[in-house]
Structure formats: structure tokens, C-alpha cells
């Protein structure tokens, strides 16, 4: 499996000073969803979330998501349009329960992600263009995005986007994956990267990747390092 190098562009970094990424790769991962696909899911999510004092009524006043909402701003988006993936996790689990996709995968890092409050997405290795990955302000010109599940996704010069090239990974952060790179059922190998924007929200995003990592590992996944980039250090290697 290649090694990807991970990018956080100066103009994000200038943004947002606090900025953290971190990720993982993973193989043997078409074993390990038939394995998660076998066990009980869980099913204290919610109670996960209102044990921090996460409800339907003040979700948007919860401090990790509160920020996530000032970002979406600086992106020249309407925060209550365009919700940040944990916000959107956080209210439908709290509505009907956690997401569940029929992808065995991808519901574990939506699980994770919705408990600890902390974004997480999942890309498929063998669909991805390159082996180098960009979080930058989106080129209008240049990129090509086609949203999981449609919708209006405009790119604008202000929007955050994952990039391999011009390929947009993932929309305003984590607001929207790309349908071109996403995990599917044949997925064997993936990248999972998740990000926070303020200092506040590190550990949330420290603790959701050792969670995944975790759950992956236990599945049966062969599970490499997490990386983390930031501004000091806005270039690594995930291997």
C-alpha cells in the first residue's frame, strides 16, 4: 500500500493557527467490515452525546461544534445550511440514531465520529488520483467535485477542500464527501483523515482516531500509524 503525503495549505494555516489534521491507512479492510458487519453495533451513541451535554436543543452551542460553525462561516457558507459533519451526525443520532449507510465501515467512523464529536472521513486508496493530499481554499477554475448524494456545493475561493490535484475529496472541511473517492463495499485499502480548527477541539480529534485506529484493529484491519500535520509542521507522511 502507498504512503500518502498530507498538506495543509498557508492560507488555512493563516486562518486557522490552531489547525490540526491527523490521519491513518488501513488494509485488509473488505475482512474486517465482513467481521464489524457480525457484531452488535453500538447502541449508547446518544447517551455518549447528552453525557456532554449535547441535545437537539443547544447541539449548536456545544463548544466543538460552535467552532466548527465559525469555520463554516469563514468559508462565506451559512452555517445553518451547510452544517460541519459532527453537528449533522450529532442531531441525527439524537432524532432516530446513529447512521447507519449498509456500509459496515463506513457506519464505524460515523459512530466514532458522532461520539467524541470530532469529523472523520473514510477514502478508498485505489480511487483516489494520487498519493498527495491538500487541505487548501478550493480553485473555482480547477477542481472538480461530485458531492455524495447531491446537492448544491458551490466552489468558491473561501471554501476548505481536501484535494488530490484537482480532485475535491471532501467539501468545506468535512461537510461533504466526494462520490468519486469514497469507501465502498470493495474497498480493500483506505485513508482516513479527520481536523480541528481550534485548539479546543484537539483532544475530541486525538481520541476519535485512537478510537477508530482501535476498532479497525480489532476488526482484523492491519492499521498503520496516526500522523498528525499543523501549522508548525504543515507537511507529513502517512504511512
Known amino acids: 500500500m502507498p504512503s500518502f503525503s498530507l498538506s495543509i495549505a498557508g492560507e488555512i494555516a493563516e486562518r486557522h493557527p490552531d489547525i490540526l ?3 491513518l491507512l488501513a488494509s485488509d479492510l473488505r475482512a474486517a467490515a465482513a467481521t464489524v458487519a457480525g457484531q452488535p ?3 449508547d451513541t446518544a447517551v455518549a452525546l447528552v453525557s456532554q451535554d449535547v441535545t437537539i436543543e443547544l447541539v449548536a452551542d456545544h463548544p466543538l461544534i460552535r467552532d466548527w460553525r465559525t469555520a463554516i462561516a469563514a468559508c462565506g457558507l451559512k452555517p445553518s445550511t451547510y452544517k460541519s459533519s459532527p453537528e449533522q451526525l450529532a442531531r441525527r443520532t439524537l432524532k432516530s440514531g446513529p447512521v447507519r449507510t449498509g456500509l459496515a465501515l463506513v457506519d464505524v ?3 466514532v465520529a458522532t461520539r467524541h464529536l470530532a469529523p472523520l472521513g473514510g477514502y478508498d486508496v485505489e480511487r483516489l488520483p494520487g498519493s498527495s493530499i491538500d487541505l487548501r481554499l478550493a480553485n473555482p ?3 472538480a467535485f461530485i458531492p455524495l ?3 448544491d456545493m458551490p466552489l468558491t475561493d473561501q471554501v476548505a477542500v481536501y484535494a488530490a490535484g484537482s480532485t475535491v475529496l471532501c467539501w468545506a472541511y468535512n461537510c461533504r464527501d466526494s462520490r468519486e473517492t469514497c469507501l465502498t463495499e470493495d474497498t480493500e485499502s483506505g485513508l482516513f483523515l479527520g481536523e480541528a480548527v481550534t485548539a479546543v477541539q484537539h483532544a475530541a480529534l486525538r481520541t476519535a482516531l485512537d478510537d ?3 476498532r479497525l484493529t480489532a476488526a482484523g484491519a492491519q492499521v498503520g500509524p496516526i500522523a498528525f500535520a499543523d501549522r508548525y509542521h504543515p507537511s507529513i507522511t502517512i504511512e
Request: glycine fraction near 28%; aromatic fraction near 12%.
Open 41 to 43: 453495533f453500538p447502541d
Open 109 to 111: 467512523y460515523c459512530e
Open 141 to 143: 477554475a480547477a477542481d
Open 212 to 214: 477508530l485506529a482501535a
Open 149 to 151: 448524494g447531491g446537492g
Open 21 to 23: 489534521v491527523g490521519g
